[in-house]
C-alpha cells in the first residue's frame, strides 16, 4: 500500500484538528501515512505498536508520541485490546513565535524528537492529570464553541506544548525512550538508511546488507512497517526532497540526484504522487489540494 496523504484544510484560519479518546481496530486504522502538520498522541489504554518514521514502540497507557510533518507513521493496534488515545494535529503556523527574548519555542520539543529520531515519551503520573485534563478541555470547548473557543484551545495547546518541551529539556534527556521493537537488524537498517538516500536501496543490496534472505527481508519489513521496500523508500526521498527543496538553492534536477532518482520524469512524478503537487509547485509555497 502507498503511504497516505492525510488531508486537512490548507487555508483554514484555525489550523487545528482534534480526535478525542478514539479506540481504533487494526480495520479502522489508517496505513502508512503523512502530513505536514504536527501530531500528539495521547495514550489512554490498551496495547499495540507504533511505526514512526524509522523505529518501532510499544503503545501503552500513559504514553505520548510526538510526531513532526513529514513523518511517515502508522499504528498497529493489539486486536484483543485495542488501543483508546487522542490526538492533535496542528500546522506550525497555529503557533508562530512572536520574539520575547530568548530562544524558546514551544515546538522545540517536535524538534528535538526530529533531531534525536527518538517520538515516544513516557509521562509519569504526577503529569499525567494535567495533559489530560488539558485535553478534557479542548474536547469541552470544540464540543460547546462559545464564543472565544478557539483562543481557549489554543492556550491549551500552548500549555501542553510547554510543558512536554520543558520535559525533554537537554538536562532530562532520559525521559525519551527507546525502540526495543523488532530484529536488531532490521532497526540498524532502519537508522541507516537516512544517511543512504542517493545510494542503491534496492531488496537485493538491503537483505544483503543486512545478511539476511530477499524473502525474509521483504516478509519482515512488511510485518512490521506496513510498506513494502520500495514504497517505504521512495517516501523517504520525496520527504528529503521536500525539506532540500526549502532549504537549498538546489535545482530540481540536483534535489533528484541527491535523493537517489535516477531520472527527472520519475522524480517527478513520485513527487506528485506522495506530496500532491509539484516540486516546482512546492518550492514556491503552494499548498497541496
Given at each position: 500500500?502507498?503511504?497516505?496523504?492525510?488531508?486537512?484544510?490548507?487555508?483554514?484560519?484555525?489550523?487545528?484538528?482534534?480526535?478525542?479518546?478514539?479506540?481504533?481496530?487494526?480495520?479502522?486504522?489508517?496505513?502508512?501515512?503523512?502530513?505536514?502538520?504536527?501530531?500528539?498522541?495521547?495514550?489512554?489504554?490498551?496495547?499495540?505498536?507504533?511505526?514512526?518514521?524509522?523505529?518501532?514502540?510499544?503503545?501503552?497507557?500513559?504514553?505520548?508520541?510526538?510526531?513532526?510533518?513529514?513523518?511517515?507513521?502508522?499504528?498497529?493496534?493489539?486486536?484483543?485490546?485495542?488501543?483508546?488515545?487522542?490526538?492533535?494535529?496542528?500546522?506550525?503556523?497555529?503557533?508562530?513565535?512572536?520574539?520575547?527574548?530568548?530562544?524558546?519555542?514551544?515546538?522545540?520539543?517536535?524538534?528535538?524528537?526530529?533531531?534525536?529520531?527518538?517520538?515516544?515519551?513516557?509521562?509519569?503520573?504526577?503529569?499525567?492529570?494535567?495533559?489530560?485534563?488539558?485535553?478534557?478541555?479542548?474536547?469541552?470547548?470544540?464540543?460547546?464553541?462559545?464564543?472565544?473557543?478557539?483562543?481557549?484551545?489554543?492556550?491549551?495547546?500552548?500549555?501542553?506544548?510547554?510543558?512536554?518541551?520543558?520535559?525533554?529539556?537537554?538536562?532530562?534527556?532520559?525521559?525519551?525512550?527507546?525502540?526495543?521493537?523488532?530484529?536488531?537488524?532490521?532497526?540498524?537498517?532502519?537508522?541507516?538508511?537516512?544517511?543512504?538516500?542517493?545510494?542503491?536501496?534496492?531488496?537485493?543490496?538491503?537483505?544483503?546488507?543486512?545478511?539476511?534472505?530477499?524473502?525474509?527481508?521483504?516478509?519482515?519489513?512488511?510485518?512490521?512497517?506496513?510498506?513494502?521496500?520500495?514504497?517505504?523508500?521512495?517516501?523517504?526521498?520525496?520527504?528529503?526532497?521536500?525539506?532540500?527543496?526549502?532549504?537549498?538553492?538546489?535545482s530540481i534536477a540536483i534535489v533528484a540526484e541527491r535523493c537517489g532518482f535516477e531520472s527527472l520524469p520519475h522524480f517527478h512524478?513520485?513527487?506528485?504522487?506522495?506530496?500532491?503537487?509539484?516540486?516546482?509547485?512546492?518550492?514556491?509555497?503552494?499548498?497541496?489540494?
Open positions: 500500500m502507498n503511504p497516505l496523504r492525510k488531508h486537512f484544510e490548507a487555508n483554514s484560519p484555525f489550523p487545528f484538528a482534534f480526535v478525542y479518546k478514539d479506540t481504533k481496530s487494526s480495520q479502522s486504522e489508517l496505513p502508512d501515512h503523512l502530513h505536514d502538520w504536527y501530531e500528539l498522541v495521547f495514550v489512554y489504554g490498551g496495547k499495540g505498536t507504533f511505526f514512526i518514521d524509522q523505529t518501532f514502540y510499544e503503545m501503552e497507557p500513559g504514553n505520548l508520541f510526538l510526531i513532526p510533518g513529514n513523518t511517515i507513521h502508522r499504528a498497529f493496534p493489539d486486536s484483543v485490546n485495542p488501543i483508546t488515545s487522542s490526538a492533535l494535529f496542528f500546522s506550525p503556523i497555529l503557533l508562530q513565535n512572536t520574539y520575547l527574548g530568548d530562544a524558546f519555542s514551544l515546538i522545540g520539543c517536535f524538534d528535538h524528537a526530529k533531531r534525536s529520531k527518538t517520538y515516544k515519551i513516557g509521562t509519569p503520573l504526577s503529569e499525567r492529570g494535567t495533559l489530560t485534563t488539558s485535553i478534557d478541555t479542548i474536547h469541552r470547548e470544540m464540543e460547546e464553541a462559545r464564543p472565544g473557543y478557539r483562543h481557549a484551545v489554543l492556550l491549551h495547546v500552548q500549555h501542553i506544548l510547554l510543558q512536554i518541551t520543558r520535559s525533554v529539556a537537554p538536562d532530562q534527556e532520559t525521559r525519551l525512550t527507546e525502540s526495543t521493537i523488532g530484529p536488531r537488524w532490521m532497526q540498524h537498517l532502519l537508522a541507516d538508511m537516512d544517511n543512504q538516500l542517493e545510494s542503491n536501496l534496492s531488496l537485493a543490496s538491503l537483505s544483503r546488507h543486512a545478511n539476511v534472505t530477499p524473502a525474509h527481508f521483504s516478509r519482515v519489513f512488511k510485518q512490521l512497517t506496513g510498506m513494502n521496500v520500495t514504497e517505504y523508500v521512495t517516501t523517504k526521498r520525496i520527504i528529503r526532497a521536500k525539506e532540500l527543496l526549502i532549504e537549498s538553492d538546489d512524478r513520485m513527487f506528485k504522487k506522495i506530496a500532491g503537487l509539484t516540486p516546482a509547485a512546492y518550492k514556491k509555497g503552494v499548498k497541496p489540494k
